[in-house]
């Protein structure tokens, strides 16, 4: 009988006290970022965007995590590899969370990967007409289109265009 009060006592009442919040994992991960264990970041980040995807936390995990990933934070990752993750971490936020006020953030920082870093044009047009789209108001919405109207330009030929455009006026 005392066993099995004490297995019922372990069922019970150790999940409970073990169970931490969303809020507590962004804690330790934003802890952990700043001890430069990023690593460690990204598995409490994905932590929270698998167990606690309809919490306010989500959509800053996933920003967080493309955040990490597009300034090449993770040692163990390639370049390539790890912009390509960013972007996907950054498109699921408009996907899952389009009324997260970073969504046109996260948007634009997409786009600006596929085009500068990437050179996927094609999916960079599709993420910036996405952002003008979905986020006209926004402040990057003016810059989606820049960047839509240079993209694959070089920065002489960029500067030679304004130059000409000033010229027509």
Avoid: H
Avoid at 64 to 87: A, D, I, M, P, W
Avoid at 95 to 111: C, I, N
């Amino acid at each position: 009988m005392k066993y099995l009060y004490l297995l019922l006592l372990t069922v019970f009442l150790l999940p409970g006290c073990s169970k931490k919040n969303d809020k507590q994992y962004m804690k330790e991960a934003e802890d952990s970022v700043r001890a430069n264990k990023y690593q460690g970041a990204v598995l409490l980040y994905e932590k929270v965007t698998a167990d606690f995807a309809e919490s306010e936390s989500a959509p800053e995990a996933l920003f967080q995590l493309g955040f990490l990933y597009q300034n090449r934070l993770l040692k163990n990752v390639s370049e390539t590899q790890g912009l390509e993750k960013s972007v996907t971490y950054y498109k699921q936020i408009a996907e899952k969370y389009p009324k997260y006020g970073k969504a046109p953030d996260a948007l634009f920082s997409a786009g600006f990967i596929l085009a500068n870093d990437l050179k996927k044009y094609e999916d960079a047009t599709a993420a910036y007409n996405k952002l003008v789209k979905d986020y006209p108001n926004s402040n990057w919405a003016p810059q989606a289109k820049e960047e839509l109207d240079n993209m694959g330009l070089t920065p002489e030929q960029i500067l030679d265009k304004k130059i000409k455009s000033k010229k027509n006026m």
